[in-house]
Structure formats: structure tokens, C-alpha cells
């Protein structure tokens, strides 16, 4: 199957000078099973090697939520089981997407969804920003965690940790009413073949994320599905898992909307601060009253980081409410 590598520091490095001579892979000393890769002259282009480098243009800020990080804890994951109907697995530190647990047909769906990431919070995604990409990334690190991988559908109901088999009346549907019908990423092939390799795994889900965001979409996150006829489960840690690095964690890069942070009022001024795209100029707006009018009091920009300030110098007496508006 196809295996990736973090490659972060060598890239790095040479991008700061050091010479790119690429990369030496010696075997396990005193190992004697030899893993097989393919080379440049593969004649299959899907079999080639490939080195994928990403970064971040100026201006683009960064999200990540992963349980017990960073103060993160609204993480919610599961599986629900055919042979099972009635019980919650909330509590599974492992879970496995399977056509097949103990018979033919008897599925395991995997649920999980990243609640309160789109807010004002200083590590929340603001309402209405333009997202460019999410990754969700996969700690397939339990044990016979290789398999036969299953596909990505975004839910359209709620669903709770304890949900079960039968709450979600016979697992999960992708039919476009509990479950988007067509897939938002895929772990592995219909064909079964190759497995999906153990290791840290990643797969792209923007158009979900960006959705949710825009309020398009009301988050409840993905359910996992197992393709059809497989029969062997493909596993991952769960939010419960002991180790931090194995929990699934969500990776939103975007583009601030406009948007108000705060308001500090002192004696004689009100500093404004804001976020949004960098480098953009707004008009400040200021009103005595919530539903205005609203008056044009001067100008301000964010700088190459998507961050703002403006400071009122004659707030009035009492309150004041301040909106801003681009372009």
C-alpha cells in the first residue's frame, strides 16, 4: 500500500541553504524482512515516489483541535456494531471500520465529529472564514490496525458518543437524509486491495469543513463506512486513547473573516481589536445604541498576519457599540 513520511526538517534545512543530496533508508539492524518500494522508474505514475511539500502563504492562519490539547476537550467519537445493537462503545480507546466483525455483513461504523471549533475564541475558527484546507489525521497505531480502510460521508443528524446500532436506526445510512451519500475522502480501494497501512494517516475533508464554516452545514462531524464485502477491519485510536499523538486530530488552515475581537475601554480611548484577511483595510463604524445609526469615525488595516488595531480617541460618555465594514 502507500505509506507516507514526515520529511518536515530536511526541507527545511534546505531551504535555509544546506545542500539537498535527498535521502539514505537502511534496514533495521539484525531485521531480515526487507520492505519493498517502488522506484522512479516504476512504470505505474501511481506507484512513483512522490515528495509533497505545503506551506503557508502570508496571511493564512492555522487551527488544530486534538482532545487534551491546548486545553481541547469536545472531541466525540464511537463505533456502533451490528452484533451489538444495543451498546455504546463511548468509552473504546480503539475502533475498527468493518464489513465483517464475526460474520457476513455484521458492520462496524465509526463516528467521530470535532464540536465548538468555530467561534471568537482565540483558538476557534471565526464564522464565515474562507477555509482552503482540513486534514484530519488518523492514529492507525492500535494493534492489526492494517485493513481494508472503508470511505468518508459527512453526517446530517446528531448523534451522541452513546449512540448505538440501533439508536441510529441500523448504523449509519449515507443516503443523503442521516448521512451525505457520496464520500468526502476514501481510506483504501472497492477492490480491497492493497490494505491500508498502520502509522499516522491523513485525509482531506475541506469542502465538509468549509461548509460547517460558512454555515452552510451544521457540524456533526463523519461517519466511517466500510466498503462492501471486505473482510478485514481497518483500525485507529479513539479521543480516549492513553497516548496523545494517537487521537485523531483535525487541521484547519484558513483566512480570517473580518471579524471584532475586543474592546478595551479606558479613561479617555477604546482600543478595537480585529482579524481578518491580511493586509485589508475596513471602515470603523461606531453607534450609541446596538441598532444604530452607525457613523464613520476613521479607517484601519490589518498587517501581514490577518491582525488589526484602531484606537477611538473620543468614545462617547456611557456606551458604544463598533462594527466593521470591508470594503
Known amino acids: 500500500g502507500t505509506v507516507s513520511f514526515s520529511v518536515t526538517p530536511d ?3 534546505w531551504i535555509c541553504g544546506q545542500a539537498n543530496y535527498g535521502w539514505v533508508m537502511p534496514g533495521w539492524f539484525t531485521n531480515r524482512d526487507g520492505t519493498a518500494l517502488s522506484p522512479g522508474e516504476a512504470t505505474n505514475v501511481v506507484d512513483l515516489p512522490r515528495l509533497r511539500v505545503l506551506w503557508l502563504p502570508p496571511g493564512v492562519s492555522t487551527a488544530s483541535f ?7 476537550t469536545s472531541t466525540v467519537d ?21 464489513w465483517a466483525v464475526t460474520g457476513t455483513s455484521d458492520n462496524e461504523h465509526v463516528l467521530v465529529r470535532f464540536d465548538n ?16 484546507a482540513a486534514m484530519l489525521d488518523l492514529g492507525a497505531t492500535i494493534g492489526n490496525a492494517m485493513g481494508d480502510g472503508g470511505t468518508f460521508h459527512a453526517m446530517l443528524k446528531p448523534w451522541l458518543g452513546t449512540s448505538t446500532w440501533n439508536s441510529l436506526t441500523n448504523g449509519v445510512s449515507a443516503d443523503d ?41 451544521q457540524n456533526y462531524g463523519w461517519a466511517i463506512l466500510p466498503w462492501p464485502n471486505g473482510g478485514d477491519g481497518w483500525g485507529f485510536a ?27 475601554r479606558g479613561p479617555s480611548n477604546a482600543v478595537i481589536q480585529f482579524v481578518g484577511p491580511a493586509s485589508t483595510s475596513c471602515t470603523v463604524l461606531r453607534a450609541t445604541v446596538v441598532t444604530g445609526p452607525y457613523t464613520n469615525i476613521g479607517s484601519a488595516s ?12 473620543s468614545p462617547p460618555i456611557g456606551q458604544a457599540f463598533y462594527r466593521l465594514s470591508s470594503p
Open 11 to 13: 526541507i527545511q534545512a
Open 66 to 72: 486534538r482532545q487534551g490539547v491546548n486545553g481541547y
Open 78 to 98: 464511537t463505533r456502533i456494531r451490528a452484533n451489538a445493537a444495543d451498546t455504546q462503545f463511548s468509552t473504546v480507546t480503539g475502533v475498527f471500520v468493518d
Open 117 to 132: 471549533i468555530i467561534g471568537n475564541g482565540g483558538s476557534q475558527i471565526p464564522a464565515g472564514s474562507t477555509v482552503h
Open 177 to 217: 437524509i442521516e448521512a451525505v451519500a457520496a464520500n468526502s475522502a476514501v481510506a483504501g480501494s472497492p477492490s480491497l486491495d492493497p490494505n491500508v497501512q498502520a502509522g499516522f494517516l491523513s485525509y482531506e475533508l475541506t469542502d465538509d469543513v468549509k461548509s460547517w464554516v460558512s454555515g452552510a452545514r
Open 238 to 264: 479513539t479521543s480516549e486513547a492513553a497516548t496523545v499523538r494517537d487521537r485523531p486530530q483535525l487541521r484547519v488552515f484558513y483566512t480570517p473573516a473580518l471579524t471584532l475581537r475586543s474592546i478595551s
Open 302 to 313: 490589518t498587517d501581514s498576519t490577518g491582525n488589526g488595531t484602531f484606537t477611538d480617541n
